[in-house]
């Protein structure tokens, strides 16, 4: 039912173009798309009503039930230093990339006018009694300076931060997140809690390995670049580049670049990571594997600080996969998820109502 909603989403935006009603951008977007299939140069834009007529029909046979999903290079944003720019292959039905920042499901004024703006970069710091600091420096070796004292910074929901430890060390915190650590670390070791979720590049120091605690579980260090995810009592460890030993309860792992520890009391899992989708987050983007409507809608209520009511996870898994940009409006986001899921999303102050289109 979803697939078959969504294919009527699309044939109304093409038929719209074919009849010359579409906005600037939504042309501007359909003729991107088809300019970048193996095939494109074919038609000829000088003929008339010609280009028009062939995206349409390349459409109508990309949305048959035998077609198969065109892959579309789409260049990732460099995750700090521990991560070079890449290109990400995302298999996408109809060229879904080049639709995230349109409106095709035409919102209603009243829907626009409730929108949501993304989360923005700002953190609250408190010293060892609890008592909140001025607004902090995202270089923190300014508060080593000071007296020896034990540090706390807190994203709010909807708020991100980067930071600099004293050491050199960079962290991101995403929203809903604390990281508690010394303003100067000890001769021997560098050690610090964090809750929610955070992505490490690590400053290189032998004598002081790095060590994460979070909830149940402690990660040590040398060196690396890495994601921590902490929000529930599950942690979740992506390693992207170095070494990590990741203990929990009597069980104990080192990664390699690419793996994935989970653990959870007695549960001890390592297995190969998707980067794309653990590390969407630092990339500054939701992203969607046509089954994890629930995971991803739980990110989207931190990062715009809304809750969900009557969601409903699809009956089969949705043909729509890709990153979503989350710096952009709510509006936007739901309008790509109603596409893929075949589910309404209505603002009402700061709840998300859904129902079946």
Aim: hydrophobic share 35%; glycine share 4%; with cysteine.
């Amino acid at each position: 039912m979803a697939d078959k909603n969504q294919n009527q989403t699309l044939h109304t935006l093409l038929k719209k173009y074919r009849e010359g009603t579409c906005s600037a951008e939504e042309k501007q977007a359909i003729e991107q798309w088809f300019s970048e299939l193996p095939d494109s140069s074919l038609a000829d834009p000088h003929a008339p009503g010609h280009l028009a007529e062939s995206i349409y029909k390349r459409f109508e046979s990309q949305l048959t039930p035998h077609s198969q999903p065109v892959p579309i290079k789409k260049h990732a944003r460099r995750i700090g230093i521990g991560i070079a720019a890449a290109s990400v292959a995302l298999f996408l039905w109809a060229g879904i990339s080049y639709f995230s920042a349109l409106e095709t499901n035409a919102p209603s004024a009243e829907y626009l006018s409730n929108d949501i703006r993304p989360a923005e970069s700002t953190a609250i710091l408190r010293d060892e009694e609890g008592i909140e600091i001025a607004k902090p420096d995202p270089n923190l070796k300014t508060y080593s300076k000071r007296k020896p004292q034990r540090l706390q910074l807190s994203t709010p929901i909807a708020s991100t931060y980067q930071v600099q430890l004293e050491d050199g060390t960079n962290v991101w915190l995403n929203a809903e997140s604390s990281l508690s650590y010394p303003s100067a670390f000890s001769p021997n070791e560098r050690r610090v809690q964090l809750t929610g979720e955070a992505y490490f590049d690590v400053k290189p120091d032998a004598k002081r390995p790095f060590i994460i605690e979070a909830a149940e579980t402690t990660i040590e260090v040398l060196g690396t670049a890495f994601n921590v995810s902490a929000y529930q009592e599950e942690v979740i460890t992506t390693l992207v580049e170095g070494s990590v030993k990741v203990t929990s309860a009597d069980q104990q792992g080192v990664l390699r670049p690419g793996e994935q520890a989970r653990s959870q009391h007695d549960l001890f899992i390592v297995k190969t990571s998707n980067l794309d989708k653990d590390l969407a987050w630092q990339r500054g983007e939701f992203y969607f594997d046509g089954n994890n409507l629930q995971e991803v809608c739980r990110e989207i209520s931190r990062w715009y600080d809304v809750e969900f009511e009557n969601l409903q996870q699809p009956e089969t898994t949705s043909s729509f996969r890709g990153s979503i940009d989350r710096n952009q409006n709510l509006s936007k986001v739901l309008n790509i998820l109603s596409i893929a899921t075949g589910q309404a999303f209505k603002i009402s102050g700061r709840k998300i109502v859904t129902e079946s289109i």
